[in-house]
């Protein structure tokens, strides 16, 4: 049996009993949920939950002054910021933004794999999250949001985490990029679905890690997938044969109106700032 096969069945046994070693959910995103799920919190509590990682708080500053937030006054720090996003949405908008933390490796290799992960993982998201922009100013309506938008397009990838962490123990594997890309397309969803039940996420977020790339899953209602596989789409991380074609289907559904739209100006300076927020 080869290596590569010989991992696969590795995981694959791991999966199936539960064995597999899922990441654990950064430390500070732990307290800003817990402090989120108090009902008796108060804007100076999360700011101080969040305070005690100051590349969060930087973030949290970034994302307050953001275009989609849409205020032309900028605030300076961490209390403004957390008034402005608001407690509802900082519970989402701060564990996006300690998902980075995880994308990390000591190993060269992986740590190379892990970086354009969330590189990847960021471009999509960027789509996702102004393409929820542009469908919100149209249909004001919408159970829908922002800050459900921007964590689960900073998570739905996550099940490649523990692929590439198995994959470190066994260094030959990365010989084959290809067996890698194998591993990660069969098994990816079904590993992220656990992770965010093991996290005890709401089911929406469990959907979209789960059944983002399986295209036999369709909604008929407009769902938080829809966004993510059309970032997907954009980036050629979702592999299809003819693209216009596939962004179409979701033209039809009426998420955006049309291709030219996603060429306009307005769009891509939004996408540019969607990037800057996170980087």
Not at 43 to 50: G, P
Not at 240 to 256: C, E, P
């Amino acid at each position: 049996m080869s290596t590569e096969n010989a991992l696969l069945t590795i995981l694959v046994d791991r999966i199936n009993n539960d064995t597999l070693v899922l990441p654990t959910l950064p430390e500070v995103a732990i307290k800003v949920r817990q402090a989120a799920d108090n009902p008796d919190v108060n804007l100076m509590q999360m700011s101080d939950a969040i305070a005690h990682d100051p590349a969060l708080s930087a973030r949290m500053i970034k994302v307050a002054n953001s275009a989609i937030m849409g205020r032309a006054v900028k605030v300076s720090n961490l209390h403004q910021a957390v008034t402005r996003i608001g407690l509802r949405q900082i519970k989402n908008i701060a564990t996006a933004m300690a998902m980075e933390q995880l994308f990390v490796s000591n190993n060269e290799l992986i740590k190379g794999y892990m970086g354009k992960a969330w590189q990847k993982t960021l471009h999509v998201a960027s789509h996702s999250i102004s393409l929820m922009e542009f469908y919100l100013k149209r249909n004001t309506h919408t159970s829908l949001n922002r800050d459900a938008i921007t964590l689960a397009s900073l998570v739905y990838n996550i099940g490649v985490l523990p692929i590439l962490t198995e994959a470190e123990r066994h260094p030959e594997v990365f010989a084959n990029p290809s067996f890698l890309a194998h591993a990660i397309q069969r098994l990816s969803g079904k590993i992220g679905g656990s992770i965010m039940k093991a996290w005890e996420f709401p089911d929406v977020f469990v959907e979209v890690a789960q059944h983002w790339a399986d295209v036999n899953y369709r909604s008929t209602e407009v769902s938080y997938i829809d966004f993510i596989r059309i970032g997907a789409i954009l980036e050629g991380t979702l592999q299809v044969s003819d693209k216009s074609a596939a962004l179409q289907t979701y033209i039809d559904k009426g998420i955006f109106p049309s291709l030219e739209m996603l060429e306009s100006e307005e769009y891509l300076h939004m996408v540019e700032d969607v990037k800057e927020m996170f980087s």
